[in-house]
């Protein structure tokens, strides 16, 4: 595996920062940090934090932000809050609830970023064509 010791934890938390509009406080809360444990560990590599509590969670939150890019910052939201990953015990997790829980793999927590993507985007077409079917049912009885 090739090794990247150029990349600090700094430029996930940047890369966090941006696709999500937010502040380092949201960061937190979505990887159950406190914001000294983040600011503490700006300047180290990524492969040196990588096996601790506060690198897996921040590099899972990233690898589960980079498989929803490129949708608005406020749908990646969404979709991190979606509960739509039933464990083996029949509870649902979003990807909020499964970084802080740490009990699945990067990759599990991206698969459940891209379905909490998909159920976000089904309930807003839902709305928008329940909004359709209101509009079209007004203007038919105005006529």
């Not at 941006?18 to 492969?47: F, G, P, V, W």
Request: charged letters at 25%; proline letters at 1%.
């Amino acid at each position: 595996m090739e090794k990247h010791t150029n990349y600090k934890i700094e430029q996930i938390v940047s890369y966090i920062a941006e696709k999500l509009d937010c502040s380092q406080k949201l960061i937190a809360s979505y990887t159950s940090l406190n914001e000294s444990t983040i600011s503490a560990n700006l300047n180290k590599e990524i492969e040196v934090v990588g096996n601790k509590k506060a690198g897996r969670r921040l590099l899972a939150l990233y690898l589960a932000i980079h498989q929803v890019e490129g949708q608005g910052s406020e749908a990646i939201k969404e979709a991190l809050n979606e509960f739509v990953y039933e464990d083996l015990d029949g509870n649902f997790d979003s990807v909020v609830s499964a970084i802080g829980t740490d009990k699945y793999q990067p990759s599990v927590i991206a698969n459940i970023a891209s379905i909490g993507m998909q159920k976000y985007k089904e309930k807003m077409s839902l709305r928008g064509q329940g909004l359709f079917e209101a509009v079209k049912s007004v203007v038919a009885s105005s006529y």
